[in-house]
């Protein structure tokens, strides 16, 4: 059996360990300028939250994630 990789950064293996902490049900809301958050909550999203919801604060806005539903597809 071969060793595992050890090619990987920090960055990497914390938005791994954070996107294991997001539940299904999860809603975040989180500030801008947070795009290691952001990369967490899609891998989430990718591998075992597909129901998470993620908001984030641009400025003096409240931006929501755009659902399918919402905008009328499939």
Known sequence: MSEPSKDYTTDEILTILMSREVKNDDVMIVGV??????????????????????????????????????????
């Open 33 to 74: 300028a947070t795009p290691m958050v952001w990369a967490a909550f899609t891998l989430a999203k990718l591998t075992h939250a597909p129901d998470a919801i993620y908001h984030y604060i641009m400025g003096n806005s409240f931006v929501y994630e755009p659902r399918s539903k919402i905008l009328g597809s499939s």
